[in-house]
């Protein structure tokens, strides 16, 4: 990816999450969509799944999966999904 379109990716993203690592706490399609559009704008994004939940498409996906206690650490906001 070009620096310009890096820049006008995080032009895109919501200022109070320009240069933050998001967690997605998910549950399946909901918590990937999310996380598919952060990712999209250039935000980094980082995933902890709840009990249940398949890691095949997140992985397929290429999202970055952690623990809860590790998103917790490395995480500037938190999403539940």
Known sequence: MAMSEDKE???AAPAYLRGKVVAIFAYENLGLEQAQRLR????EVIVTLRQGSSVGRWLEEGFCLVSLWDAADQAD???VW
Not at 40 to 43: A, L, R, T, W
């Open 9 to 11: 990716l995080m032009e």
């Open 77 to 79: 906001v938190f999403q």
């Open 40 to 43: 999209g704008q250039g935000i």
